[in-house]
């Protein structure tokens, strides 16, 4: 099974207000990711966890927050959102850097 | 840095047909390569990947994908289509992060898939 869950899969949320999303994975992946896409635009990674060491892009490294409370479950944060944070966030995961296993998505709406 | 590009944005054509969905890469290191194929509604799913050895890899639902390095290239094929495989496919590159760790996939913008019946 190469199932990864995300919580919700759609979330509206009000500029300024923080916004947190969810994601878990039952095959015990070592590894952790965020991605962002926007419409007609590439995925783009926004951090991942290896283990319980963060890492986080440097274009988006003041923008995002992301914690792993266990192996399971990994969570992004946004503190303040603003409009440009309207997309769809991927979650995925692998074992030891290999191919990653995506989830479907949270489409995050900041009106 | 490394780059991804999916020059067509939309691919249509006949049931029955051959496909060939185009990547090119810019990387300066031996490439690790990913087909992607996400249907509406749902995750990306992994197709095929191309780590090293055989230039041709076979992956899931009949696709393959021949490794270029002459030209840069891992085009994405399968012969012949069906409606079912209507989809957005996406081309990635896996690489360095900005802590120097190979985690990080570099997607094209994808391509859209429509076959007719």
């Known amino acids: 099974d190469t199932t990864v869950k995300q919580n919700p899969r759609y979330k509206l949320a009000r500029v300024g207000k923080p916004v947190n999303l969810i994601c878990s994975q039952t095959?015990?992946?070592?590894?952790m990711y965020w991605y962002q896409k926007k419409p007609n635009q590439a995925p783009k990674l926004l951090l991942f966890y290896y283990d319980k060491i963060l890492n986080r892009e440097a274009d988006t490294f003041e923008k995002f927050q992301s914690s792993r409370p266990n192996n399971s479950f990994c969570s992004l944060y946004i503190g303040s959102a603003g409009l440009e944070y309207s997309a769809m966030y991927l979650c995925a995961s692998s074992r030891e850097g290999g191919t990653q296993y995506f989830g479907p998505g949270t489409r995050l709406l900041v009106l | 840095a490394q780059s991804v590009d999916q020059p067509d944005a939309h691919v249509t054509l006949s049931e029955g047909a051959s496909l060939e969905l185009r990547c090119s890469y810019s990387?300066?290191?031996?490439?690790?390569l990913f087909w992607y194929v996400q249907y509406p509604g749902q995750s990306l799913q992994f197709l095929l990947k191309?780590?090293?050895?055989?230039?041709v890899v076979k992956g899931t639902k009949g696709f393959e994908a021949e490794f270029r390095k002459s030209n840069s290239s891992f085009n994405l094929k399968k012969s012949p289509a069906h409606w079912s495989d209507s989809a957005k496919y996406f081309c990635?590159?896996?690489?360095?992060?900005?802590?120097?760790?190979?985690?990080?996939?570099?997607f094209g913008k994808g391509t859209l898939l429509t076959v007719t019946p």
């Open positions: 990635a590159l896996e690489g360095p992060n900005s802590g120097g760790s190979n985690y990080k996939l570099t």
């Open positions: 191309y780590i090293t050895g055989d230039t």
């Open positions: 990387y300066s290191a031996a490439p690790y």
């Open positions: 095959m015990n992946h070592d590894t």
